[in-house]
């Protein structure tokens, strides 16, 4: 779920109704995939099921409620009841899908939290457009301090770990650690981008 910080973000900052409402042709379209008798086509569906929850409440929380990082989480777990019940469901590609992008949106944002940087979060968002580049970039370098890139390599060790441990619990683990893994690099790159080049990061 660090993917809306690149494409997603930007979309919802200029225009937040209309990247809201891409959810429904979004959703159709992974239904449509779902139904066809192809194998990979009907997987392929089930994934972006998975996909077309994480969008919305993306959309959700980088459209109105992008300055206060408190409630990123819980606005991204809105369907985490339904994705835990369907795990066992014909719907449990989907369901692995969504929960491992929100297992590392909540691990990113321990991190983030555990480091010090999350109060660079708010300012960043609402700094003029010269002042935002150079915000993102001293967040950034902090979390290249000592103690805090410690935090964050032990972080990430423990995903690993994790993603290891799920690819090794048939289909399901896989689509989950898969997730999961996704989020390790995508952050990696956020980070990259903060420190070398802080207007692409999506957030600015």
């Known amino acids: 779920m660090t993917l809306p910080v690149f494409l997603q973000a930007p979309w919802v900052r200029l225009a937040p109704f209309s990247a809201a409402l ?3 042709p979004l959703l159709a379209l992974a239904l449509l995939c779902s139904q066809q008798a192809n194998p990979r086509l009907s997987r392929a569906g089930q994934l972006l ?3 077309s929850g994480s969008w919305l409440a993306g959309c ?3 459209g109105w409620c992008r300055l206060h990082p408190v409630w990123h989480l819980p606005i991204e777990a809105f369907v985490l009841p339904l994705a835990l019940a369907g795990l066992r469901g014909p719907w449990k590609l989907a369901c692995g899908f969504y929960l491992g992008s929100l297992l590392g949106t909540a691990a990113t944002d321990a991190a983030m939290a555990a480091s010090g940087v999350m109060g660079f979060w708010p300012q960043v968002l609402s700094a003029s457009p010269a002042d935002a580049p150079l915000l993102l970039q001293t967040a950034a370098l902090q979390v290249l301090s000592p103690l805090p890139l410690l935090l964050v390599i032990g972080c ?4 690993l770990q994790a993603c290891r441990w799920l690819w090794q ?4 683990g896989r689509v989950t650690s898969a997730a999961l893994a996704t989020t390790l690099a995508v952050d990696a790159l956020f980070l990259l981008a903060a420190l070398l080049a802080p207007g692409l990061s999506g957030l600015i």
Not at 156 to 159: K, S
Not at 169 to 172: A, N, S, T
């Open 49 to 51: 099921v998975g996909f």
């Open 22 to 24: 891409f959810t429904a």
């Open 156 to 159: 990430a060790v423990v995903l």
């Open 60 to 62: 959700l929380f980088w």
């Open 169 to 172: 619990r048939g289909e399901v």
